[in-house]
């Protein structure tokens, strides 16, 4: 489950393995092999990966396992894994099973006041929509 979250980490953030390794200051092999489960990262390398996907660290440690009936198909609002921290204003929560997947679903609250500092530019297809409140956004330069 690791090496599967931290590759699709990386290519939903239309990253390389090359710009991975660089940023870490290891090597691609060792990203790669990460990435396949054939190499374990340590305590601080799963930090350095949190930090340069903008994640907690704690996305990384095991989680609850499923009944067998459900697991890759229901993930129960005590099992979702979170995806941000009430600093930053924005908390994500994942509703689809896993990372992985060609589709992936998650539930993202916004703290009243807040904004993203930076623009988030992703090489997927989103949609949403408001429970409650205002929402401001800007999309290819229109608001």
């Given at each position: 489950?690791?090496?599967?979250?931290?590759?699709a980490l990386?290519?939903a953030r239309?990253?390389?393995?090359?710009e991975?390794?660089?940023k870490?200051?290891?090597?691609?092999?060792?990203v790669?092999q990460?990435?396949?489960?054939?190499?374990?990262?340590?305590?601080?390398?799963?930090?350095?990966?949190?930090?340069?996907?903008?994640?907690?660290?704690?996305l990384f440690?095991?989680?609850?396992v499923p009944?067998e009936?459900e697991?890759g198909?229901?993930?129960r609002?005590?099992?979702?894994?979170?995806?941000?921290?009430?600093?930053?204003?924005?908390v994500e929560e994942?509703l689809?099973p896993?990372?992985?997947?060609s589709f992936e679903v998650v539930r993202?609250?916004f703290?009243?006041?807040?904004?993203m500092k930076?623009?988030?530019?992703?090489?997927?297809?989103?949609a949403g929509?408001i429970v409650?409140?205002?929402f401001d956004?800007?999309?290819?330069?229109v608001?």
């Amino acid at each position: 489950m690791l090496a599967g979250d931290i590759r699709a980490l990386r290519k939903a953030r239309g990253l390389t393995l090359s710009e991975i390794a660089l940023k870490l200051g290891r090597s691609v092999g060792w990203v790669s092999q990460v990435e396949r489960g054939l190499s374990v990262p340590s305590v601080g390398d799963l930090r350095a990966f949190a930090d340069l996907f903008d994640v907690p660290i704690s996305l990384f440690f095991s989680h609850d396992v499923p009944a067998e009936e459900e697991r890759g198909v229901i993930v129960r609002a005590g099992r979702r894994r979170v995806l941000g921290t009430s600093e930053t204003g924005l908390v994500e929560e994942l509703l689809s099973p896993d990372l992985g997947g060609s589709f992936e679903v998650v539930r993202s609250v916004f703290a009243p006041g807040a904004e993203m500092k930076a623009a988030a530019l992703r090489p997927t297809e989103e949609a949403g929509y408001i429970v409650s409140g205002l929402f401001d956004i800007e999309i290819a330069g229109v608001w």
